[in-house]
């Protein structure tokens, strides 16, 4: 029941209607956070300013967050020109690499607002220590963009 809850709200953001950040749960599989979070910063701005990397960072795991500062240091990360291609894009797909029971590597093929192609190798880990986040696969790194081609 508690999955469908959290598909139904991934739909909601989709579409763009006012939702509340979805927020990490163990039963949402490694794959799933990732396809969340890009979905968000496919509509950066619904429903409102920023919201997409809001949601984002709701999934950044607790060392991640460690270093990239609070929210407001993770939004000027994402907006600075080396990860700015996301906010926006047109198209992504996500390829699994290696699927792990406590680690797993995707590589992300990202198609950005000027058609331009970029790859992102994404990593999530399970959370481990005890707290609100334990068991919850979190994103704990993604590399800087390759620019991969033009679309046509």
């Not at 919201?51 to 609070?70: L, M």
């Not at 995707?106 to 999530?124: C, R, S």
Request: glycine share 4%.
């Amino acid at each position: 029941m508690q999955k469908i809850l959290y598909i139904i709200l991934f739909f909601l953001i989709s579409l763009g209607v006012n939702a509340e950040m979805i927020k990490p749960d163990p039963t949402i599989s490694s794959k799933d956070v990732i396809s969340i979070q890009l979905k968000a910063l496919q509509i950066n701005n619904s429903p409102f300013e920023d919201a997409g990397i809001e949601q984002t960072w709701e999934f950044a795991h607790p060392n991640n967050r460690k270093s990239t500062g609070p929210l407001n240091n993770f939004i000027r990360m994402i907006k600075n020109p080396s990860y700015a291609m996301m906010i926006n894009h047109i198209d992504h797909k996500i390829i699994p690499v290696e699927e792990k029971e406590t680690t797993s590597y995707y590589f992300v093929e990202l198609t950005d607002v000027n058609g331009k192609k970029y790859g992102f190798e994404w990593t999530v880990e399970k959370v481990s220590e005890d707290g609100e986040f334990k068991d919850c696969w979190m994103t704990v790194g993604v590399s800087r963009p390759m620019p991969l081609s033009q679309a046509s």
